[in-house]
């Protein structure tokens, strides 16, 4: 063989394998060592490194002999890579184990990523086929082979793969990865898959199953029955009769659950992450939406798990988010780039919070509000002329997030400027409360008869009431989550808000057009606020506007209709 005709030969991949074929190791061997000015016994041990950061696990001699004599394997998949840039990519690489010379991985590594390759989105890599034969074999998951380790991998682990489900389509990419680069091979589902697919959407359709799945190790509570966490699967059976339910660990006293007839509890053995990720494995085929509550670090292993046995499911992640916890995140973590970007739709309930979250992190934050649903066909309308001087909160009085106490030490400062107005609270009172309460009524007896505590009211009708009667509704929370769900009632009931500076309380004021606010944990400013409004000759005005101001903003139902169409795709 000519050097001419040697160098002929690595024009294409082609000729690369007619020359394997039909000449033998040491002259193939000879003309490259003469191409690259080395000793043919130097270039034999020549380590073969297709990554800056990891050399493969052989040497110049056992590329060269595997290409030879596994030769019909690599004929085969050339044959089955898809796209001109695969194909141009894998005669790169071949030229690389022929004459290991830099070039040929630089011209592999410029070709487009994004040339000849349809499939976006998530990609599981296999560490063992045998552990993942299951879920290969079904042949709908996309797959990531890491072929660029071992020098058989190239054609090796797309064999296996084939054997045990074939017909996957192959693309093959030289990419950048950590601090050098790699070779992988990306395989998307067959088209026999994709025919299975496209026969169902065919058939007539089945409601959609939507799961929402607890937070933490716990169940759902019954209060968030009555939230946006049930509610949204609620209004999604309601309008769309979707088939929903609510999975967590196991729970009691869900009285609340009448409330959202349709919504089924599922109940774990305990809420641990392998309870969780053992459900989805068996379920994920028949989710196709899984609703989570909050960007934490359980849920990871979850949505790993749902998207490898669904690669077609949804995922919807209402981030439950306020900057205090959403600037801890590390978002540049791995782990957590995955994760998010395996949610197909991603919200925040305030639009303070949406903007912060958009401008830093690389992900479409929706906003979807924590809006009011009234469970009932009645109209709710308030009327101003039969509310009476009532502050009105509601919550889990004296946790740490509500600060409660701020709430009652600035009502007693105001009390002597506010002559006939009351404060009422309800919800449950926190064991740990009890000795605060005892010194506040120590020290302020005469309140007695103007601070009600109502206690934990269960029914709706009831609580609305409340509300109803009520003017001014407050909250000195140190934290929220968005705009909270308490902010949207009071708002529907024509209440005037009083609230702390968390992230969201210009939205929760319409910017002071119904409300005021002051500084977190400040009782004075909040005592300023609330004689303000209880002496605010607008007051009245101030009702009518925060009504309005709720059926346009916080309507639930519109809310679940736009989130319908981000989940789906369809409009409402």
């Keep these: 063989m000519e050097q001419k005709d040697f160098c002929d030969y690595l024009s294409s991949y082609e000729t690369m394998s007619y020359m394997a074929k039909t000449y033998g190791y040491e002259e193939i061997l000879a003309q490259a060592a003469t191409l690259m000015q080395a000793d043919p016994a130097d270039l034999e041990y020549y380590p073969v490194m297709e990554s800056a950061a990891e050399k493969l696990r052989g040497v110049y001699q056992y590329a060269l002999k595997d290409f030879q004599k596994h030769i019909l394997h690599y004929d085969r998949l050339y044959g089955r890579l898809e796209g001109s840039a695969s194909r141009i990519i894998f005669a790169n690489l071949i030229g690389y184990r022929i004459v290991p010379v830099s070039s040929f991985l630089e011209q592999a590594y410029h070709i487009s990523l994004e040339n000849d390759f349809p499939a976006k989105g998530f990609f599981e890599e296999v560490a063992s086929f045998e552990r993942n034969k299951d879920w290969i074999e079904d042949g709908t998951s996309r797959i990531l082979l890491d072929v660029g380790k071992d020098i058989s991998d190239l054609w090796v682990k797309p064999a296996l793969l084939d054997k045990i489900c074939p017909g996957y389509g192959l693309f093959l990419r030289y990419e950048s990865f950590g601090e050098g680069c790699r070779t992988v091979i990306y395989a998307t589902p067959p088209k026999k898959t994709l025919d299975r697919i496209y026969e169902q959407l065919l058939q007539p359709k089945k409601p959609?199953?939507?799961?929402?799945?607890?937070?933490?190790?716990?169940?759902?509570?019954?209060?968030?029955?009555?939230?946006?966490?049930?509610?949204?699967?609620?209004?999604?059976?309601?309008?769309?009769?979707?088939?929903?339910?609510?999975?967590?660990?196991?729970?009691?006293?869900?009285?609340?659950?009448?409330?959202?007839?349709?919504?089924k509890l599922e109940f774990l053995t305990d809420g641990t992450v392998k309870a969780k990720t053992e459900y989805i494995e068996k379920e994920a085929k028949n989710i196709d939406c899984l609703v989570l509550r909050g960007a934490y670090p359980d849920y990871i292993p979850v949505v790993d798990t749902y998207k490898r046995y669904n690669p077609m499911g949804k995922v919807f992640l209402p981030l439950?988010?306020?900057?205090?916890?959403?600037?801890r995140i590390q978002w540049t973590d791995p782990d957590f780039k995955r994760f998010m970007g395996q949610c197909d739709v991603i919200s925040t309930s305030g639009?303070?919070?949406?903007?912060?979250?958009?401008?830093?992190?690389?992900?479409v934050i929706e906003h979807i509000p924590n809006g009011f649903y009234r469970f009932s066909d009645e109209e709710w309308n308030p009327v101003f002329e039969k509310k009476e001087n009532i502050i009105l909160t509601a919550g889990r009085l004296g946790s740490e997030q509500k600060a409660t106490h701020v709430l009652l030490e600035a009502f007693a400062e105001a009390s002597g400027q506010l002559p006939g107005w009351e404060l009422h609270l309800a919800g449950h009172v926190e064991a740990s409360f009890g000795e605060y309460l005892d010194m506040f009524w120590e020290k302020y007896p005469g309140l007695k008869e103007r601070v009600r505590f109502l206690g934990h009211i269960t029914d709706r009708k009831t609580l609305y009431e409340e509300y109803l009667k009520s003017k001014v509704f407050a909250l000195t929370s140190t934290w929220e989550g968005g705009t909270p769900n308490v902010v949207a009632e009071a708002l529907y009931a024509g209440n005037v808000i009083a609230i702390t500076k968390i992230d969201e309380y210009e939205e929760a004021t319409d910017g002071g057009r119904c409300g005021m606010a002051a500084e977190i944990g400040d009782v004075a400013g909040f005592r300023n606020i609330l004689v303000t409004l209880c002496k605010e000759q607008d007051l009245e005005a101030m009702s009518r506007h925060a009504y309005a101001y709720a059926r346009k903003h916080y309507d639930m139902e519109r809310a679940v209709?736009?989130?319908?169409?981000l989940i789906f795709g369809e409009e409402a």
């Design 208 to 263: 959609e199953r939507i799961v929402a799945l607890a937070p933490y190790e716990r169940g759902w509570n019954n209060a968030e029955l009555v939230k946006d966490c049930g509610v949204i699967p609620y209004l999604l059976h309601k309008k769309y009769g979707c088939d929903v339910s609510m999975v967590g660990a196991p729970g009691t006293d869900y009285t609340n659950l009448s409330y959202i007839p349709g919504v």
């Design 561 to 565: 209709e736009k989130l319908y169409s």
């Design 351 to 363: 639009p303070v919070m949406q903007k912060h979250l958009n401008e830093k992190w690389p992900w």
């Design 320 to 327: 439950d988010a306020n900057s205090l916890y959403m600037d």
